[in-house]
């Protein structure tokens, strides 16, 4: 089903980021969407903690300038703090959910950054019966209370997120529009 999306979605002209949280899931990933790119010739990136900082800093200013589609497939922490140009994205798909709440703020952060040239869909896979399923259900109870909390904005969003409880509707108009 991922490697369909992304296919569809580079496929379409969009640039795609795909980020898991295992070094051996990210090398699976990019083997096989690697191949569904090079059959649309489309570029893809992809990197972990066992690439230098430096050269997934390339990989990054290669994929942000690049125009018209193409994935870059990391791992969450290997593409934190310091590293700018994926706001350039039009699909975020997080692979294996963050186990924080602050986790999820730091990988979401990274699409929302100055210079933002797009809107970006961010979505979670988290199919029914996984360790992921039992994670959300985790991270939701944490988001909720931490927005009850402290009046925290973002945590409701993205608890609304996890939870299912956006409103199709209104996003379907407002991408149309």
Not at 28 to 47: E, S, V
Not at 119 to 136: N, R
Request: negative net charge; aromatic residues 6%.
């Amino acid at each position: 089903w991922l490697i369909e999306i992304v296919e569809e979605n580079v496929a379409a002209g969009q640039k795609v980021v795909v980020f898991t949280g295992r070094k051996k899931d990210c090398e699976q990933l990019a083997d096989a969407i690697g191949k569904r790119c090079a059959k649309l010739n489309a570029p893809m990136w992809w990197g972990h903690g066992g690439v230098t900082a430096e050269d997934r800093d390339a990989m990054v200013q290669a994929y942000s300038k690049h125009e018209g589609g193409g994935c870059l497939v990391g791992t969450t922490n290997a593409f934190g703090e310091a590293f700018d140009g994926l706001q350039h994205t039009d699909l975020a798909v997080m692979a294996l959910i963050p186990w924080t709440p602050g986790m999820i703020e730091q990988a979401e952060g990274r699409f929302h950054r100055h210079g933002s040239d797009r809107a970006v869909l961010i979505m979670y896979a988290i199919c029914e019966g996984t360790v992921d399923e039992h994670i959300a259900d985790l991270l939701l109870n944490k988001l909720e209370n931490l927005s009850a909390a402290l009046d925290h904005s973002e945590a409701q969003t993205i608890a609304d997120t996890l939870a299912g409880l956006d409103d199709e509707e209104a996003l379907i108009t407002s991408i149309l529009a």
